[in-house]
């Protein structure tokens, strides 16, 4: 059961703007849930970039703030990644990620390249 499905990933040139969707299962889709989006360049580990707390704040690790906007739209069960004045270190694999109730979720991975 697919219950994640991450769309938008593109190849961008530097300083443009992507904005990735995740389509989330409703059975998870819940404000109570750490919902978020991880990470992964090439030879590196995942790291969470932004995310919604389970109290429902907004985080961004430093190296996204003012870049980089997280939004989830509760009619649609679905979570977003604005990204804007993107950087050839935004390249990569970017996975939208949820846990609920003691479970971690993931999704497939869309892909996000930024060159010239």
């Known amino acids: 059961q697919v219950l994640l499905v991450e769309s938008g990933g593109a190849l961008v040139q530097p300083g443009g703007s992507l904005t990735l969707s995740c389509a989330v299962s409703q059975t998870i889709f819940s404000r109570h849930a750490l919902m978020g989006w991880y990470h992964q360049a090439p030879g590196k580990e995942r790291e969470l970039v932004a995310s919604f707390t389970t109290g429902g704040g907004r985080t961004y690790v430093d190296s996204v703030k003012g870049r980089f906007t997280i939004s989830r739209d509760t009619t649609t069960n679905t979570l977003y990644l604005l990204m804007n004045s993107l950087k050839f270190d935004d390249t990569g694999v970017y996975y939208c990620?949820?846990?609920?109730?003691?479970?971690?979720?993931w999704g497939q991975g869309t892909q996000v390249t930024v060159s010239s």
């Open positions: 990620y949820v846990r609920y109730l003691g479970s971690d979720y």
